[in-house]
């Protein structure tokens, strides 16, 4: 997850100690008693911005009511926002329907390969690219981070690419994993 809820806990176990500050002391100075109440504020709002991400996480309401490409440019401009990332998307302009599970499936599979190049790649940009052929979707995402290899990375510690291979069962779709180091990582998803 790009956003965590320790985050939130810690936001509101400070709200929580200024409350008490305020409520255990009646000799506070004014001066004392607006610090603690501009604190207690901007905690207030981090923890409603944290709570956004955190539900935008678990399913973004754009996904829901406007499908997958208004959730994917969603999700990046939040990224490209924060000057973690660059995006380069592409979905073609005719308006194919998805089942919605499988929106929700390749939602989920850009959002995993997006936080490994944030964690891992040490990119500048992610492409992400979707088209369709005849009854083929073909779903590309690259980085240009640092690469790793792929069968030390299979072999000890990659979850993030097995969740991602494991999403697409229900659909018997393929995903290819490319990477050479220094020079990104790409990953190719067909479904028929």
């Known amino acids: 997850m790009l956003f965590r809820s ?8 400070a709200i929580l100690f200024y409350l008490s500050t305020i409520k255990g002391n009646k000799n506070l100075s004014p001066e004392n008693l607006e610090e603690i ?17 955190i539900c935008f996480n ?6 829901e009511d406007y499908g997958l490409i208004e959730a994917v440019k969603e999700l990046c401009l939040k990224i490209e926002k924060k000057d973690i990332l660059k995006f380069d998307i592409s979905f073609p302009k005719t308006k194919n329907v998805l089942p919605k599970n499988l ?9 995993e390969f997006i936080n490994n190049t944030i964690k891992h790649a040490n990119a500048e940009e992610v492409k992400i690219k979707c088209t369709f052929k005849k009854d083929c979707l073909n779903l590309d995402i690259s980085d240009n981070g640092t690469g790793f290899e792929l069968q030390k990375q299979f072999s000890t510690k990659g979850v993030g690419m097995r969740n991602m291979k494991s999403r ?13 180091l220094n020079q990104g990582t790409h990953c190719s998803i067909n479904i028929d």
Request: no cysteine; proline share 4%.
């Open 168 to 180: 697409l069962l229900p659909y018997q779709g393929k995903i290819k994993f490319t990477s050479k």
């Open 103 to 111: 929106e929700v499936t390749l939602f989920r599979i850009i959002q």
């Open 6 to 13: 320790d985050s939130l806990g810690q936001q509101l176990s």
């Open 58 to 63: 678990v399913m973004p309401r754009t996904l």
């Open 37 to 53: 109440l501009e604190k207690s504020h901007a905690a207030i709002s981090n923890s409603v911005q944290e709570l956004r991400d």
